[in-house]
């Protein structure tokens, strides 16, 4: 009975896992994964020195740093402040306002040149 999951687990979790192997040659696309030329850690050696990739590591935790301070308690100040509501029928109305867009789901009304989701 555990045959399948066995199956499914080694199917999308181990085989995907065998193109990391890319990371330790000179990949080229061209070639493919088996005649590419292994260089072991050159790669990882290449990427710990180069300047660029420490701006962008820096770039990244400060944008997670503001995001996580500024963008992270606004929905729980929300949901304080819509729980203080007294009346239900106005605390419905803002959160019908509120969360509007949030199960809009922009490919269902995206669209092309002259179809009907362009003017939604």
Do not use: K
């Amino acid at each position: 009975m555990a045959l399948p999951a066995v199956g499914l687990l080694v199917l999308f979790h181990y085989v995907p896992l065998l193109g990391n192997v890319i990371a330790f040659q000179d990949y080229s696309p061209y070639v493919g994964i088996g005649d590419s030329p292994w260089v072991g850690l050159s790669n990882f050696h290449w990427l710990m020195f180069d300047a660029s990739f420490w701006d962008a590591t820096l770039n990244t935790l400060t944008i997670t740093t503001f995001q996580l301070v500024f963008y992270f308690p606004v929905p729980i100040l929300l949901a304080v402040l819509l729980d203080s509501v007294v009346r239900p029928r106005l605390r419905l109305f803002i959160q019908g306002i509120v969360y509007r867009d949030a199960g809009r789901c922009s490919p269902v009304y995206g669209g092309g040149e002259g179809s009907r989701g362009s003017v939604l």
